[in-house]
């Protein structure tokens, strides 16, 4: 069974980093496009980075790229999301998200067929 369950939010002063995590069970994340999203409250899900299977590329949003990485370690199939100079209109529940399909940051999340739970990350002053 596909699960994918994330970890590492909570509350992070402005200016600050974080980094997230996403254990994958029921299936190899070396052979699926991965990534993040996040959603704040009254706003639409939007990709925030993306791991294309094809060939491993990765792609970010406008509003976090050069301060953002996603990565993956596949010996122990988890995906993770580190965020620096965190900012107040990053607050947001965060989701990982996968697929067999290849895609990029311009993939709208009906694209992808499983995801994690959701975790919260609150950045404050």
């Known amino acids: 069974q596909v699960q994918l369950t994330e970890s590492g939010g909570g509350s992070v002063q402005t200016g600050g980093s974080l980094r997230l995590s996403c254990a994958a069970s029921?299936?190899?994340?070396?052979?699926?496009?991965v990534a993040w999203f996040r959603q704040a409250p009254g706003k639409e899900r939007e990709g925030v980075a993306v791991i294309d299977v094809r060939d491993n590329s990765a792609t970010y949003a406008d509003s976090v790229r050069g301060r953002c990485l996603i990565s993956k370690d596949n010996a122990k199939n988890t995906l993770y999301l580190e965020i620096d100079n965190l900012k107040p209109e990053d607050t947001a529940l965060y989701y990982c998200a996968a697929d067999t399909k290849p895609l990029w940051i311009g993939s709208p999340p009906e694209r992808f067929n499983y995801w994690g739970q959701g975790v919260r990350v609150t950045v404050y002053s």
């Open positions: 029921g299936f190899t994340v070396s052979t699926y496009s």
